[in-house]
Each structure stands twice: as structure tokens, then as C-alpha cells.
């Protein structure tokens, strides 16, 4: 079954970039989604369609692919974005859906 | 303000069923692709299952294939997860989730999520 690698953790200082990667081998021809879970909360979408930003989700945020690896990017991070980041994907038929692993960023 | 609100998670034993329930309201339910999202205490989110517009299409994750049955109800707002033969790893907090619409298409990734009901297998 199609599998999105992500690691499980990210840590960096406040002010700093933080970036979380995801690894899969139908990026290429898929989107990649993100989404922000803070814990006992439901998940909440903060990158679409590779690199596009719901509304009211801060410019901070910000998607890119390159080949099977999708990235995002927290510039500036804040101690208000700790929470659990998972991607999100297809597999090459589009019918089977699959989340990454997660990954922890930790932001002190 | 888009809603959805979970229903119908509880305890059962192994070998069980359970019928989940998700009621939506503030958008026009019958536009939109569902889906149901499962995690495990202290794991990561699974997709479990997917619908579309009007009920045609059903996909699912091989673990759950030929036990779980997703559907909907267009005329009562309403998605709905059948779960038989219920296992010990199929515990976890399953959420309802809505699709997105963008540039005049809807797609199936999750944009509003429910805040999730706790189904617990076991003796």
C-alpha cells in the first residue's frame, strides 16, 4: 500500500524556519495537503493543493513540491504553531487516500 | 459556520457493530465529498473511507474493505459509517470530515472536521 514518509519530529527555536518534509512516490502527479492538529483538537487544514493557504491561515505557512518530496515551511515559527503536522495524499489512481506519519514541531 | 457533529461511538466487543453517524448543516451538504478519519489514542490520523456528491463512489482502506460500509443521506444531511466485525485495532476517535471546493471543482481532501466520536473494541 502507498505509504507518505514523514519525520517524526522538528524542533527549532522561535523566530526560526521550520521545516517539515513529506516523501512519497506519486507526489509528482498528486497534491499534497497539510494539516495542523494542536493536541485534543480536531485537525485543521493549513496548506492545499500543494501551496495554496485556506483563508485565515497566516502568510507564515507556505507549501512546496519538488519531485517526491513535499515541504512545509513555518517562517517565523511561534509558540502558538507546537501541534502535530501530518501530509496528506494519493496514490497514483487517486481513489486511495493516505495521511504521513506526522510530525511533532516543537518550537522553544 | 460550517457543523459537523459525530454521533453513535461507544464500547463493543470484539466481533461487534457499530453504526456512526455525522449530521451537517450550514453548507449545502449534497455538493461536497465526505470522508471519515480515524485515529488511535496517541497515533496518527488514517483515512478510512471516502463518498462522493451522490453516493456512487466509495473507496476504502484495505484494513476496513468488506467490514465497514460508508454512506449518506443527501435528503437528512447526514453521513453515516456501518462498522461490523469490529477488531481491537479498529479503536480509535473516527472523525467526519467535508471536502473542499476551489475553482469550480470539489475534491475529496478533508477542509472542516468534526470534533470526533471515541469507538473502543473490547472485552
Known amino acids: 500500500s502507498y505509504e507518505l514518509t514523514q519525520p517524526p519530529s522538528v524542533s527549532v527555536s522561535p523566530g526560526q524556519t521550520a521545516r517539515i518534509t513529506c516523501s512519497g512516490d506519486?507526489?509528482?502527479?498528486?497534491?499534497a495537503y497539510w494539516y495542523q492538529q494542536k493536541s485534543g483538537q480536531a485537525p485543521l487544514l493549513v496548506i492545499y493543493?500543494?501551496?495554496k493557504r485556506p483563508s485565515g491561515i497566516p502568510e507564515r505557512f507556505s507549501g512546496s513540491t519538488s519531485g517526491t518530496l513535499a515541504t512545509l515551511t513555518i517562517s517565523g515559527a511561534q509558540v502558538g504553531d507546537e501541534a502535530d503536522y501530518y501530509c496528506?495524499?494519493?496514490?497514483?489512481?487517486?481513489?486511495?487516500?493516505?495521511f504521513g506519519g506526522g510530525t511533532k514541531l516543537t518550537v522553544l | 459556520e460550517v457543523q459537523l457533529v459525530e454521533s453513535g461511538g461507544g464500547l463493543v466487543q470484539p466481533g461487534g457493530s457499530l453504526r456512526l453517524s455525522c449530521a451537517a448543516s450550514?453548507?449545502?451538504?449534497?455538493?461536497?465529498?465526505m470522508s471519515w478519519v480515524r485515529q488511535p489514542p496517541g497515533k496518527g490520523l488514517e483515512w478510512v473511507a471516502n463518498?462522493?456528491?451522490?453516493?456512487?463512489?466509495?473507496y476504502y482502506v484495505d484494513s476496513v474493505k468488506g467490514r465497514f460500509t460508508i454512506s449518506r443521506d443527501n435528503a437528512k444531511n447526514s453521513l453515516y459509517l456501518q462498522m461490523n466485525s469490529l477488531r481491537a485495532d479498529d479503536t480509535a476517535v473516527y472523525y467526519c470530515a467535508r471536502g473542499y471546493c476551489s475553482g469550480g471543482s470539489c475534491s475529496v481532501p478533508p477542509q472542516y472536521w468534526g470534533q470526533g466520536t471515541l469507538v473502543t473494541v473490547s472485552s
Open positions: 496528506y495524499s494519493s496514490d497514483s489512481s487517486g481513489n486511495h487516500r493516505v
Open positions: 493543493e500543494d501551496n
Open positions: 506519486a507526489l509528482p502527479k498528486k497534491y
Open positions: 463518498i462522493n456528491q451522490d453516493g456512487s463512489e466509495k
Open positions: 450550514e453548507f449545502t451538504f449534497n455538493n461536497y465529498y
